[in-house]
């Protein structure tokens, strides 16, 4: 596997996948997921990069409500990049309960836009205090998801 960059906490790194229907063949594709463009100021670039070494899919993923509004923005602008929309569990430790009821009626309103839901779960490294908290926040993304059928 190749890295295309390396940025603070995060790699992103390229998967091939091979798919084979009804036997037709087809080309390996190549996608980047766990992705935060949002970060990055060169953005035209790394897609530049991302085309040329064969990339065909970025999947960006939304954290909170400006990275999901972000997300969907550069979603729109480049056909590489899919989006995902979520609240991960310590950005919705932050945020009110109508912040986060807000949110995910955002996301229900964005449903044909997105690939998925996320990035989302509990995370004990960086919080280890609030375990009911973060569990009730997840169980509403888990009920979003069905909802949505993603």
């Known amino acids: 596997m190749q890295r ?9 790194s390229r998967y091939i996948a091979k798919a084979s229907v009804a036997n037709r ?7 980047s997921s766990t992705v935060q463009m ?8 790394i897609i530049k990069r991302a085309r040329k070494t064969g990339v065909g899919i970025i999947v960006n993923n939304g954290v909170n409500t400006k990275t999901n509004r972000k997300t969907l923005e550069l979603a729109s602008k480049f056909k590489e990049i899919k989006a995902t929309l979520g609240i991960y569990p310590i ?9 986060i009821d807000k949110e995910l009626e ?6 044909k836009k997105i690939v998925a839901i996320g990035e989302v779960g509990m995370d004990f ?3 280890q205090e609030h375990f009911n908290r973060q569990k009730e926040i997840f ?3 888990i009920r979003l ?6």
């Open 38 to 45: 949002i970060y990055e100021d060169n953005i035209k670039e």
């Open 139 to 141: 169980q509403k993304m």
């Open 91 to 99: 950005d919705g430790l932050k945020m009110s309960e109508s912040e």
């Open 25 to 31: 063949k087809y080309t390996p594709r190549i996608f």
């Open 4 to 12: 295309l960059w390396h940025k603070k906490n995060y790699i992103i």
């Open 125 to 127: 490294k960086e919080d």
């Open 106 to 111: 955002n996301i229900n309103k964005n449903r």
């Open 145 to 150: 998801s069905i909802k949505l059928d993603i």
